[in-house]
């Protein structure tokens, strides 16, 4: 069955339908036609599925999408045009340029916790770049992706952008078949899966994955606004985002007053009894539940700490003086329990965090600039905010990817189609001007072999001049 | 493995790497001025030793002296000089356009090492083709594996020399060896592997640095179609093919595979091809100077199948030697898409030509075949070339000339589809082995506007926040 949906999706890219501008423009107005007009069936979806709050919706995926939809509406023209590049004097009267070109049909693999964005976000470049693309909601999400399968056909190209639905069975048969690149959003472990599946057919991937990323609260730093953005951060989507500051990194001599400013704004975002509270979501399901409570197994929260697993709700947890080698610290949380680790000084955060596998974001607080630069010198990450968490995700002109285990490849505005498409060297000649050309043809005696040599030099010598 | 001082314990893979890693994390790849002064090294290396240098490639594949110059040495200064010049500038934090909810903020993309890079280089152009890609990533500020190809021996053994020499030995190793080391190398933890040579073992490649999560980039092969259409010029056009096709005795990842063409002009073009061979190679091709050899008695078997499993007509060359490893420049013609010597990528002096009788045909035989590395049509007719650019894909293309465009370092250099991923030189290539990491850095002011997206939430603050975070909201201002 994905078989079929595939070829179609192929012979519907080979007819050349997908190339031209006023196809990819009519295709992304008619996307963003379908925000606009199914908001409340999104929205709806969502709080079905994780007991999102029907503001987090727009706020987290949907004006996000409308943002990206709207700049790449603007945009294409330019991006599609031909990029002239320097020449040197052997290329000087041809016409030498980049040309992106579509790669043909892309695989969008997406996760479950920002199942609009997670999927469309890549659809947008794909569409943009010209590719045909075969969509592969989480199953996980259910309610989004039953909607998502029944919407995008009625306002999108039915052969070129098809939506395939299924669990992991599915997903390894789709795996399976050959496409020109695969985008994939969610575990590392299903990461590396997904690598070696499209190993067989040499095709490139674009990895999102995930890990720990750490947040460093420096002890001379607003601390009280600080916490308010991290616990903004960390809640939202009950902890469900791939860029949650996942663990605190900070001085003991503060580590009381962050969890009193952490526990004084989860008072004044969800109130006292946060289970009561229409913007505080849910977890996805019981198996995640369980095992988010289990990571916890052994320890006194200082916040938080109470659970019900008919509803898979966890309150907003935070738990202090976590041992660097506990369960709590060793794998991705992915949910609303927030550990501190203490360390003795920014040196010994950098070395925590550098002894650890690059994570997709890092958070630093400080208000000493200098610091904070030499923090961001002296560690890596996918990408970094300093002073607020995941801002850096919502700004389209920042490539958004991970590195090492957190992921390759990156994306958002003009990096998604610069990610989905192929840079086509392009050198077109003429025939003429041929006595420029007799250098460097056999048989080479000895007088024509040094004007040669000159002949590249001289292009070298106007390269290297700034 | 490296090779060992007087006494020494020879250092196994996982401990070079360890090594490599372990300098890597002091940080002092990192500073412009030792990436310069490495690459500056390397310059130095390449000029102290250019005898010797042209010298191993005879020897490994009878190179042509001119060939090696032209192909080994200068191209390699290009990019060093090239590299060195501009390091200062791609290094530089490239601020991006900002929206009104960010207007107040640092926001940047910094160029990043990655950590411990594998350089594996294959055989045709052994220099070349492994000194590139490891210029690129010094100038990344990465450590480098550097692994030759055992098959162009000489210059394996001159690389595994003279790199300790002139570049610092704790962050550039070179690791020599053949399909076992190889296979053993991969196994260790890379942070990006470049790969130059086949698509089986690129396969392989691709299945050991998923363990890891390691990104790749292939440069592969592949057979690189060369149509000629419509009105031209053929003798400019001939000259130009027997240069590309049988430099380096048609061993080039980008030399024209095969030509496809209408039968008049094949017809004109065979006495044309015959005449330009004399004028470059004389008489007896076997004595020229400029004619290079087949690098090994395996392919030189193995082209010599091809020629004698084809259905096609030879009418140029054919003769060979095997003690040698010499094969004729060599044209065949009257043959079909289903013909041996359509099988695989050539890689070798022979040139197979096909005809077709409109340029529709032309373009649908290339589209039934792999994206290949690179494409090339030759035609006086401007309309010609653009519909052979617009209805397919390659690597790289060319119109009325070949090879010489992977000579520009503004231009990327990769392939497509089976013929590769990722791209390098100049620019390119610096971005290829570097990681871009987004960075935003806000102040504590405007914590009112950040208020917009905290719960308790209301339809008012989601009205001001899609404003705001608008990428049209900047113009306002």
């Known amino acids: 069955m994905e078989r079929q949906v595939v070829q179609r999706a192929k012979e519907a890219f080979l007819s050349g339908r997908a190339r031209g501008l006023e196809f990819r423009l009519q295709q992304l107005h008619a996307l963003q036609s379908m925000i606009t007009e199914k908001e409340t069936e999104i929205c709806t979806a969502l709080k079905q599925d994780i007991n999102r709050s029907q503001y987090d919706t727009p706020l987290l995926e949907l004006i996000g999408i409308e943002n990206e939809i709207k700049l790449a509406i603007e945009k294409i023209a330019e991006w599609t045009a031909p990029r002239p590049v320097e020449k040197n004097l052997l290329t000087i009267s041809d016409e030498v340029y980049v040309q992106p070109e579509p790669l043909g049909v892309v695989l969008i693999i997406g996760a479950w916790n920002y199942p609009w964005a997670l999927t469309l976000l890549p659809l947008i470049g794909a569409i943009a770049a010209g590719n045909a693309a075969v969509v592969k909601p989480s199953e996980l999400s259910e309610c989004s992706s039953l909607l998502l399968r029944a919407l995008l056909p009625r306002y999108l190209d039915k052969d070129l952008y098809p939506v395939v639905m299924g669990g992991a069975a599915e997903t390894q048969e789709l795996l399976r078949l050959r496409f020109d690149h695969v985008f994939y959003t969610g575990s590392s472990a299903v990461g590396k899966l997904v690598m070696e599946a499209a190993a067989r057919h040499l095709t490139p991937v674009t990895l999102e994955l995930g890990g720990k990323s750490p947040c460093y609260i420096d002890k001379d730093c607003d601390i009280r606004v600080a916490c308010r953005r991290i616990t903004w951060g960390k809640f939202v989507n009950c902890g469900q985002t791939c860029i949650a500051p996942d663990y605190i990194l900070c001085e003991p001599c503060i580590q009381s007053r962050v969890i009193e400013c952490i526990r004084r704004t989860l008072l004044e975002f969800y109130g006292a009894d946060p289970k009561c509270s229409a913007d505080y979501s849910r977890i996805i399901n019981q198996r995640h539940f369980t095992r988010i409570m289990s990571l916890m197994e052994g320890y006194t929260p200082v916040v938080g700490g109470q659970s019900d697993p008919s509803q898979c709700y966890i309150a907003p947890t935070v738990l202090k003086d976590v041992p660097p080698h506990s369960r709590l610290m060793q794998e991705e949380i992915f949910g609303p329990v927030l550990p501190i680790v203490t360390v003795s000084d920014m040196d010994d955060a950098i070395n925590f965090i550098n002894e650890r596998e690059k994570p997709l974001a890092l958070y630093i607080f400080c208000s000493n600039k200098k610091e904070a630069k030499r923090m961001i010198e002296e560690t890596t990450s996918g990408g970094v905010t300093v002073n607020d968490v995941m801002m850096h995700y919502s700004l389209s002109s920042l490539p958004f990817g991970g590195v090492g285990q957190s992921g390759m490849g990156s994306y958002h505005g003009k990096h998604t189609f610069e990610r989905l498409s192929h840079h086509r060297a392009c050198m077109l000649r003429s025939l003429n001007m041929e006595s420029v050309n007799l250098a460097r043809y056999p048989p080479q005696d000895r007088v024509s072999w040094k004007t040669g040599r000159l002949c590249l030099l001289r292009t070298r010598m106007r390269q290297s001049c700034p | ?477």
């Open chain 2, 1 to 477: 493995m490296s090779a060992p001082a007087a006494g020494e314990k020879m250092e196994s893979q996982s401990q070079m790497v360890a090594r490599l890693r372990a300098t890597f994390r002091s940080g002092v790849t990192v500073p412009e001025e030792f990436r310069r002064t490495q690459l500056t090294g390397l310059m130095s290396m390449i000029k102290d030793n250019e005898d010797q240098i042209t010298d191993a490639l005879h020897r490994d594949l009878a190179k042509p002296k001119f060939e090696a110059v032209l192909s080994e040495i200068e191209i390699v200064l290009n990019e060093l000089y090239h590299s060195i010049s501009n390091l200062a500038r791609w290094m530089q934090p490239e601020y991006v356009s900002k929206s009104l909810a960010t207007k107040l903020d640092d926001c940047f993309i910094r160029r990043e090492p990655l950590g411990v890079v594998l350089i594996i280089g294959p055989w045709n152009y052994p220099l070349q083709l492994l000194i590139l890609p490891l210029i690129s990533a010094i100038a990344a500020g990465n450590c480098v594996v550097i692994k030759p190809s055992e098959v162009s021996g000489a210059t394996e053994g001159l690389v595994a020399e003279l790199i300790p020499k002139y570049l610092s030995q704790d962050c550039y190793t070179v690791a020599c060896g053949g399909a076992e080391e190889t296979k053993a190398l991969l196994e260790n933890r890379f942070d990006r592997i470049f790969y130059t040579g086949s698509q089986a073992v690129a396969r392989s490649v691709v299945q050991a640095a998923s363990v890891h999560l390691t990104p790749v980039t292939l440069e592969l092969g592949g057979k690189c179609p060369c149509l000629i259409y419509g009105r031209i010029n053929i003798t400019a056009a001939a000259r130009r093919l027997v240069w590309a096709k049988y430099f380096n005795a048609g061993q080039s990842c980008v030399a024209p595979d095969y030509l496809l063409c209408t039968k008049a002009i094949r017809d004109a073009l065979v006495p044309a091809l015959r005449e330009v061979l004399e004028e470059f190679y004389g008489k007896e091709p076997k004595e020229s100077p400029d004619v290079s050899r087949i690098v090994s008695d395996r392919h030189w078997t193995r082209l010599m199948e091809l020629l004698k499993k084809t259905a096609g007509t030879v009418v140029v060359g054919g003769e060979a030697n095997r003690e040698d490893k010499y094969i004729a420049p060599t044209v065949v013609v009257d043959l079909q898409e289903d013909d041996a010597l359509m099988g695989q990528e050539i890689f070798g002096p022979i040139l197979p030509i096909l005809t077709v009788e409109t340029l529709e045909e032309g373009i649908d035989f290339i589209n039934r075949k792999e994206k290949p590395l690179a494409l090339y049509v030759f035609s006086d007719e401007s309309s010609v070339v653009k519909t052979v650019m617009e209805n397919t894909s390659s690597g790289g293309f060319c119109s009325n000339d070949a090879i010489i465009h992977m000579t520009l370092p503004s231009l990327p250099f990769g392939g497509v589809g089976m013929s590769g991923w990722g791209s390098y030189h100049g620019r390119w290539g610096f971005e290829e082995f570097s990681h871009r990491r987004a960075c935003m850095l806000r102040g504590w002011a405007l914590e009112r506007l950040n208020g917009l997206r905290y719960p308790p939430y209301s339809s008012e603050k989601l009205k001001w926040l899609r404003w705001t975070t608008s990428p049209h909201s900047c113009s306002i201002m």
